[in-house]
C-alpha cells in the first residue's frame, strides 16, 4: 500500500508545484482541474502520514519487547502495538475507498428536474413534497439552490420544477437520486380514505461549465415571453421570460423565475448545456464496453428506486433493499443515511471490479 501512496505522493508533489505556474494560472480549465486533483490528493496524503506514523509506532513497540530490558517499557509498547493493530485495518479500508478512481463529474454543481408522474394532482403534490425534501436537505449540507423554472399543480406541487444546486461534490451526492420516486398515501384529493400510489420522476445532470460543452448560439433560438407563475406586476407583463429552441436536437429550455431577462438567459443556458452533456456522457458511456451497469443505477430514469409509504411510516429504496421507519425526518430532508448507504454499496462494488491490487 505504501508504494501505491508513494506514486500518489509524486502527483501530489507534481501538482503542488503546476498550480503555482503563471501558464497554468492563465489556463482557466486547466488550472481548475488541477486544483480539485489537488484537493483530493490532499486527503490522501494526511491519510498517509497517518498510516506511516501508525507503522512506525507498530515497529518500534515491536522492538522495545523483542528487547524486553525495561519491564515498565514493554508493558507500555505492548499497549501501543495493540492500539495500532486495532486502529490499522479501519486506516487501510479509508485508504482503499480514497484510492478508488473518481468520477471526474463528481465535483460538479447540479441540475434537478422533478416531474409529476402518475397520479394526477396528487403526483404533482408529491413532486412539491420531493422538491421540499432536496431543498431542507441542501440548506442542511449549506448548498445554495436556485430554482430556474416551475410549472404548478393545479391542486398545489409541481407539475414540473428545475433547479441548480451549486456547493461541494453536489452531483456526486445527488446522483443516486435519479429515478422514479413512489409514494403511498390517501391523497389530500380523496373523500373516500384510500391509500393511492402515484410517482415522480426525478433528473440529476452534471452542471456543464462552459468549456465543457461548445454551443454554437447560432443554433439556438431564443424566445422571449412574459412570465406566467406569480411574481408581481413587473414580472408578468416585461419580457423577462426566456424560452432556448435547440435547433439540432429539438430541446427546449425554459426560464422564468428571475425578474431579469439576462439573469433567465444564463440560467437557461446553464441547463441546456448540462442537458447538451449528459448526451455526450451517455454516447461515451454506451461507446465505452468496459463500463459494466453498476447494482445502484444513479441514472435509470425509468427505474422506480424508492417507495415512501406513509401509512406504515416507511420509506425503502428497491436498489439496496434498505427499509427506515422514519418518513417523517426523511421528507424533513433527513436522507443522508440512504445515500451513505448507496454510496458505500457503489464503493464496495467498485474494490470488488478493481480487484486485490492492494
Known sequence: MLDKLQLIKQRFD??????????????????????????????????????ISLTNTMKEAEEIIADGSDAEMVEMAKMELENA???????????????????????????????????????????????????????????????????????GGYKEI???????????TLKYEAGVHRVQRVPQTETQGRVHTSAATVIVLPEAEEFDVELDMNEVRIERTT?????????????????????????????????????????AL??????????????????DSEIRK???????????????NYPQGRVTDHRINLTLYDL??????????????LKLVRNTEKLKEAGETF
Open 14 to 51: 507534481e501538482i503542488n508545484d503546476l498550480i503555482i505556474q503563471p501558464e497554468v494560472i492563465s489556463d482557466q480549465k486547466r488550472y481548475i482541474q488541477l486544483n480539485k486533483e489537488y484537493k483530493d490528493l490532499r486527503i490522501l496524503m494526511d491519510k498517509r502520514e497517518a498510516y
Open 85 to 155: 493493530e486495532e486502529s490499522l485495518p479501519k486506516l487501510e479500508e479509508e485508504i482503499k475507498f480514497l484510492l478508488i478512481p473518481k468520477d471526474p463529474e463528481d465535483a460538479k454543481d447540479a441540475v434537478m428536474e422533478i416531474r409529476a408522474g402518475t397520479g394526477g394532482d396528487e403526483a404533482s403534490i408529491f413532486a412539491g413534497d420531493l422538491y421540499r425534501m432536496y431543498t431542507k436537505y441542501c440548506e442542511g449540507k449549506g448548498w445554495n439552490v436556485s430554482v430556474v423554472d416551475y410549472n404548478e399543480g393545479t391542486s
Open 162 to 172: 428545475i433547479f441548480e444546486i451549486s456547493g461541494e461534490d453536489v452531483y456526486g
Open 227 to 267: 412570465s406566467t407563475g406569480p411574481g408581481g406586476q413587473s414580472v408578468n407583463t416585461t419580457y423577462s421570460a426566456i424560452k432556448l429552441h435547440h435547433e439540432p436536437t429539438g430541446m427546449i429550455v425554459s426560464c422564468q423565475d428571475q425578474k431579469s431577462s439576462h439573469k433567465n438567459l444564463e440560467k
Open 270 to 287: 446553464k441547463v441546456l448545456r448540462s442537458r447538451l452533456y449528459e448526451l455526450e456522457l451517455a454516447k461515451k458511456m454506451e461507446a
Open 294 to 308: 453498476s447494482q445502484v443505477s444513479s441514472g435509470d430514469r425509468s427505474a422506480k428506486i424508492r417507495t415512501y
Open 328 to 341: 417523517g425526518n426523511i421528507m424533513d430532508g433527513d436522507i443522508e443515511k440512504i445515500i451513505e448507504e
